[in-house]
């Protein structure tokens, strides 16, 4: 029997309430050996039903509306088959903030918060307070929309070759009260750009073509293509942004990309080919070399 009729058949078997749904949908995770169950189906139970966390401790039986219960089967199912949670959700957390995410939209990493901290650790002293930003390939917007956050007087330019994930990252921006101070923009790295900044950053694609397919379900099957795949050697947009970067930054504006954790070596040499200092390569919390950093002088 498919899952999706054993599920209608489990719900129909009784009058079920929100509680009841919630340890039935967790009990199918922890047997499926997902390696969140609870939590998974804590935030699909709420999603579903509409309730807080708050709400479905404080009533756990409260009786499940039909429709709902059969939008959490949906979601229940499509979870099995390796949608991650926050693609369930629409939402992710960045920095602590919440950003909408769509099939047009990379899910955001916290592995990209590392370039957060990298820019913030240089505010006031390498980069000036109001200085301004360009952010390629910005997806969902979490790099452009959390360092203007962070930093009340920056102005950014987001661009995208996606004009679906420019609708969501300026939604994004809004949503958290910076988007006066960001402009948005659907090209091609710099295909269409006039302007000089303080500072570039990009999260590029950067998977070799050959390996996406090898990674986790969640990311191959359903992040979009475009935003993964960095060409035969997951270095295509890494030569774009360091060929011509140094025409779109002001003298001693800053460069910080995210970069793969084998790609330390070859994006720190793409940079000194075209003229730039590295300043440094920066590790993620793992431990693994995570983004480049490089000066034009
Ligand atoms: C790895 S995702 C990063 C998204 C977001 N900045 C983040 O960190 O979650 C790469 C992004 O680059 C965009 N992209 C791919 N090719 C591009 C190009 N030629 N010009 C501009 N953006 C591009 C994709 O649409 C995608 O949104």
Not at 59 to 86: C, K, N, T, W, Y
Not at 134 to 142: E, V
Request: some cysteine; aromatic content about 4%; hydrophobic content about 40%.
């Amino acid at each position: 029997m498919s899952e999706r009729r054993t599920l209608a058949r489990d719900r129909s078997d009784r009058q079920e309430t929100v509680g009841a749904l919630y340890r039935r949908v967790r009990d199918r995770f922890r047997q499926s050996r997902l390696t969140t169950p609870d939590l998974d189906a804590r935030r699909l139970v709420c999603h579903a039903t509409g309730l807080s966390t708050a709400g479905l401790v404080a009533d756990p039986d409260r009786q499940l509306d039909a429709e709902d219960g059969i939008r959490a089967d949906d979601l229940v199912v499509r979870r099995l088959a390796g949608e991650s949670v926050a693609r369930l959700t629409g939402e992710r957390d960045f920095w602590g903030r919440p950003f909408e995410i769509t099939a047009e939209t990379l899910e955001p990493r916290p592995d990209t918060e590392t370039l957060i901290e990298v820019v913030l650790s240089r505010v006031g002293a390498e980069l000036a307070p109001h200085a301004t930003v360009l952010d390629i390939g910005t997806g969902s917007g979490i790099l452009a929309t959390t360092l203007l956050a962070e930093c009340s007087r920056m102005t950014a330019l987001a661009i995208d070759i996606s004009p679906d994930a420019i609708a969501v990252a300026r939604r994004n921006a809004d949503r958290h009260g910076v988007g006066g101070r960001c402009r948005f923009a659907c090209m091609s790295y710099f295909d269409a750009l006039s302007g000089r900044f303080d500072l570039i950053v990009s999260n590029p694609p950067y998977i070799p073509t050959a390996d996406i397919e090898t990674l986790a379900p969640e990311v191959a099957g359903h992040d979009p293509r475009i935003a993964l795949d960095g060409g035969a050697d997951g270095h295509t947009a890494f030569r774009r942004i360091f060929s011509q970067a140094h025409s779109h930054l002001n003298p001693g504006g800053l460069l910080l990309v995210e970069i793969g954790f084998d790609q330390a070596g070859t994006v720190s040499d793409l940079a000194r080919t075209n003229g730039f200092a590295v300043r440094s390569t920066v590790k993620d919390l793992e431990g693994r070399d995570r983004a480049v950093l490089a000066l034009l002088p």
